[in-house]
């Protein structure tokens, strides 16, 4: 069934075409009547007309002019254009709006019936074609989550050991696939690394979108099809190819650099690819597992393709660190350029290889963290406290990704120690710090571990160097500011005694006030009740 729609300004016509058109013998369920082109649009917009009969000659807008919304807003109507005159331009115009009809009054009735008869037949026909349209995207959307599932399964079960062949078959028969055991495929997986601030981090489902168009769009070749391309773990990717004939590893190489350009150029990120072992459908469960050890076990340089085929194990290797003594020296020297160039290096001189082991750069960050924390404790900087907050442990948990990202949290941990240790060795400029601090926080808790944790340096050393430069003990220290503040609160507001006292950072008033008369000579409410003999 579907529904109609008539539009004439007369009434008479309208009424007419209404009651004299057997519509439900032509399968028309509903038929709509407008007087202009706004009644029509309204209707239009509510219902899903697909045969529209119309005037062209009306006061409020043309019948011509209403086909021409139709088209440009996209709705799938046959118009039968109805009209008093037989003139060229208007039927010229009915073309190049692509009416079904372009017909001459009077009305007569039974040819009226026919062209509609017709009508419908084509929009029936056309709503067979949008039909089969939307079920071959919704098949084709339905086939990709059905191969993303197949494969994420496949994958995931190959964790812990190699899939067997007649688990696979297993999952092709169960969800009929059109795969055979002796397909040829080969899985891919693509690491990113997201700079800060870039849309990989900010908007995610974005970034997803546009990755997923590079990815089928480069990897767009007579030679395989992309069977999947799904997210396995924060920023990495598992693309499985399927080979028509032989693998051609030169031209999956080519695509591969293609697409670490093309993620630089559009994607704004860096990329490295790790090429697995094509292998048959039945025996890819090898493969797949050889792949996740890989990704895992093997430390990666951006913007690099690293091949299952070299035949690289991923045993523990040897780690021979580099001159702990020469970088301990150039941190003493306050050289951090120096200390850089002597580790990046050593880094460079591991991945000139085809590869080595990510345990290797977990034992190399190891020594260099022992390296920095030491010399640090021996300047008095607790490190610990140093490196706390979101910047530190996002660097650090970086850090094994990739060597860019071992060398940018070695870059950070090297010149903090040596800026801090520049800082920390001029005890003027700590205590200026130091009393600077405590001025401003006169209320906060201010004990000696308090503030050696602001300061990142050891209690003791904070402590005699505060009163080597001041003369004063940072305890005094603390306990004049904060009664100087209070003298300040008690003559310039209206506080009570205890407020002020809560304010400096006395919770018991007892307290607060005894140390009040220690350091003044009166109570706070003496002071704040004493006039001038009392008030500066």
């Not at 069934?1 to 058109?21: N, S």
């Not at 194990?313 to 702990?324: F, N, S, V, W």
């Amino acid at each position: 069934m579907m529904q109609a729609l008539l539009v004439d300004d007369d009434y008479f016509v309208v009424t007419a075409l209404e009651k004299k058109v057997d519509w439900a013998s032509l399968g028309i369920d509903t038929v709509h009547t407008a007087h202009n082109v706004a009644q029509a649009r309204d209707i239009l917009m509510r219902h899903p007309v697909r045969i529209l009969v119309s005037d062209i000659e009306m006061p409020q807008g043309s019948g011509l002019e209403l086909l021409a919304w139709i088209r440009e807003e996209g709705y799938n109507v046959q118009a039968i254009l109805l009209t008093n005159y037989a003139d060229f331009n208007y039927a010229q115009k009915a073309i190049e709006l692509r009416s079904f009809e372009y017909f001459l009054k009077p009305i007569q009735f039974d040819k009226l019936m026919l062209i509609i008869r017709k009508a419908i037949e084509r929009a029936r026909e056309q709503q067979r074609e949008e039909e089969a349209i939307q079920e071959g995207y919704y098949w084709k959307q339905n086939q990709a989550k059905l191969l993303e599932h197949f494969w994420r399964k496949l994958i995931s079960d190959s964790v812990s050991a190699p899939i067997k062949p007649a688990d696979v078959s297993r999952a092709v028969a169960s969800q009929n696939l059109a795969y055979g055991m002796d397909d040829l495929v080969q899985p891919l997986m693509i690491n990113l690394f997201h700079s800060a601030g870039g849309m990989g981090l900010e908007e995610k489902s974005l970034f997803d979108f546009a990755l997923l168009n590079v990815l089928y769009e480069l990897y767009r070749h007579e030679s395989f099809s992309v069977e999947t391309a799904l997210e396995y773990g924060a920023h990495h990717w598992m693309v499985v190819l399927r080979w028509n004939g032989e693998p051609d590893s030169r031209k999956l190489e080519e695509l591969c650099w293609a697409f670490i350009e093309q993620a630089g150029r559009s994607l704004k990120c860096d990329a490295c690819c790790i090429v697995g072992k094509p292998a048959r459908l039945g025996e890819v469960g090898a493969s797949l597992r050889q792949l996740l050890q890989w990704n895992i076990g093997i430390a990666k340089r951006r913007n690099r393709i690293y091949s299952a085929d070299s035949g690289a194990g991923t045993a523990e290797e040897a780690y021979a660190p580099p001159d702990l003594a020469r970088l301990e020296g150039l941190l003493e020297q306050s050289l951090p350029d120096d200390f850089m160039r002597e580790t990046s290096s050593y880094l460079s001189g591991l991945s000139d290889q085809s590869y080595f082991a990510a345990s290797v750069l977990g034992l190399f960050r190891l020594d260099m963290m022992q390296l920095v924390y030491a010399f640090l404790k021996s300047k008095g900087i607790q490190a610990n406290q140093l490196y706390q907050g979101k910047q530190s442990e996002r660097l650090m948990a970086d850090s094994l990704n990739s060597i860019e990202d071992m060398e940018a949290y070695l870059q950070y941990l090297v010149t903090t120690a040596v800026s801090y240790r520049d800082f920390a060795e001029q005890p003027t400029t700590v205590a200026e710090e130091i009393k600077r601090y405590v001025h401003a926080h006169y209320g906060d808790d201010l004990t000696r571990l308090s503030l050696a944790e602001i300061f990142y340096l050891h209690p003791d050393y904070l402590a005699r160097i505060f009163k080597k430069e001041t003369g004063v003990s940072l305890g005094n220290y603390v306990i004049g500011a904060r009664i100087e503040a209070a003298k300040g609160l008690l003559r310039t507001t209206g506080l009570s005694v205890f407020a002020v006292g809560k304010k400096v950072g006395y919770s018991n008033y007892s307290y607060f006030a005894k140390v009040f008369k220690q350091e003044v000579g009166v109570s706070p409410n003496e002071y704040k009740q004493g006039g001038t003999e009392f008030k500066e």
